[in-house]
């Protein structure tokens, strides 16, 4: 077969960026196929504008809870504002990507791809041949299956309302509704979570995850749990979400947001003409992030069935794809170390394994926990709710895992993914001088 190309990468999001520079750097022709603006979604719609509310709404829970030690004017969103600063970001990314691809020497076809044979794509008008196909394609909100379900609004959507509406329902207890819940409720609307089992948040450890509800209730944020949205109607200007449990009585607000969790976007690929296997998860690959049923295909980011779904761990598979690519497989994903955090008010940060996982697995363990809202940390900025817990293996000292809600997490987490990825002891991080008094100074005290 003469091939048009050695790599067409379906995406332009943040794993498929990864990749493609790394394949070009390595001599290889590459061709960038996107059917939206390029950018993907961390850049254009998830992760990066998203701080720009999450900063906003900091600023005004920081006032907030300082009132009772010095602060006398709480500032207040100005959502236009705001909006427009956020865009002033989002609407440069797809040119910018576009320009740096050309730039250096890649192709660049805007239109949804399909696969027409094991190593051929239509993409718009064009039919290509590649050497391998990397599937970067993103994803979609999860499909819901319920009337009305046209009515919800996206959390892409919420990043570009013109106005806040004053009251707004978040289907789905994961962190994007807790993200945005916190965001609206600071913005001065009225936010309620609808979780459809008993427990949000299910990936956190559960004791901080009740401070954070705690916290997140104290607020003005309702969350209902073990309620299952399964219609939505619209009256008038108001819409109208009943649940499974009580068909009788609907929770009435403005909008309502999916934050019901999301898919690999895969639908239209034709996948099984590539001779692509699939899960409701994604491409199924293996370690070399490589199809395991066309060797030509390789799968990164959310369109690949793995583990997690975050913007570093689709750079990490990014890198590996383009490696293995470019020089054999040799190279094999490591998600030994992974952070994440939801970027709620306070935000809950967590890495490595849970208290239930490791005495599940039988390891010989200490537990750090406790309070931190009568630290010096928490008094000196108001803060009522804040906790951490961290896992110790007692043989060896290492950290197992390390979990924490309070102000500046989304930081302090990283220092404790260091000294895991890198086999720091208890007693190495003890011995640091940290700079003091900082909030990774407290490091020394939760362990």
């Known amino acids: 077969m003469t091939f048009d190309y050695d790599v067409a990468v379906i995406g332009t999001g943040t794993s498929a960026y990864t990749l493609a520079y790394s394949c070009r750097h390595a001599g290889k022709t590459v061709v960038m196929i996107d059917s939206r603006p390029f950018g993907g979604t961390c850049a254009m719609r998830g992760c990066q504008p998203k701080k720009y509310f999450v900063a906003a709404s900091e600023v005004v829970a920081r006032a907030l809870k300082m009132q009772r030690i010095g602060i006398k004017e709480i500032p207040e969103i100005d959502w236009q504002a705001l909006i427009r600063s956020k865009r002033a970001f989002t609407d440069d990314v797809p040119e910018q990507t576009k320009k740096g ?31 391998h196909i990397v599937i970067a394609a993103g994803a979609r909100p999860r499909s819901l299956n319920i009337p009305g379900e046209n009515t919800l609004t996206t959390s892409e959507d919420f990043m570009n309302l013109s106005s806040l509406p004053a009251e707004i329902l978040f289907v789905g207890g994961g962190f994007v509704s807790f993200e945005f819940a916190h965001v609206a409720n600071l913005a001065g ?19 901080l995850v009740d401070k954070l509800v705690e916290s997140s209730t104290e607020s003005g944020i309702r969350i209902e749990t073990q309620t299952c949205v399964d219609r939505v109607e619209k009256r008038g200007e108001r819409l ?10 609907g929770f009435v607000a403005d909008m309502v ?18 001779e692509v296997k699939y899960s409701e998860k ?5 370690r070399y992030m490589q199809s395991v049923s066309n060797p030509s ?12 779904n975050l913007a570093t761990t689709a750079d990490l598979e990014g890198e590996v794809a383009a490696q293995n690519i470019c020089r054999g497989n040799t190279m094999k994903t490591d998600y030994r170390v992974v952070p994440s955090v939801v970027f709620a008010q ?7 394994i849970g208290e239930v996982e490791a005495r599940t697995n039988g390891n010989e363990i200490s537990v750090k926990t406790g309070d931190m809202t009568n630290w010096s ?21 290492y950290i197992l895992g390390a979990h924490i809600l309070g102000h500046n997490a989304e930081e302090v987490i990283n220092v404790f993914a260091l000294a895991m990825r890198f086999g720091l002891t208890i007693k190495d991080l003890k011995q640091i001088l940290w700079a003091y008094p900082t909030y990774t100074s407290d490091i020394k005290y939760m362990i």
């Open 101 to 131: 691809f050309q730039n250096a020497g890649m192709s660049t076809i805007l239109g949804r791809a399909r696969f027409v044979g094991g190593n051929r794509l239509r993409a718009g008008d064009q039919e290509i041949a590649a050497k």
């Open 189 to 207: 609307a009225k936010a309620t979570i609808l979780q459809r089992g008993d427990r949000v948040l299910k990936n956190f450890d559960p004791d």
């Open 240 to 249: 109208i979400a009943y649940c499974t449990d009580n068909p009788d009585k």
């Open 257 to 274: 947001v999916h934050g019901a969790g999301r898919v690999p976007d895969l639908d239209d690929l034709a996948l099984e003409t590539g």
């Open 282 to 286: 994604g491409v199924i690959v293996d």
């Open 297 to 308: 295909v390789y799968a990164i980011g959310d369109a690949a069935a793995t583990l997690f």
């Open 346 to 352: 306070p935000p809950l940060a967590s890495v490595g």
């Open 377 to 397: 940390s928490s008094k000196r900025i108001g803060q009522m709710h804040a906790g951490y817990k961290v896992i110790i293996d007692d043989k060896n000292h």
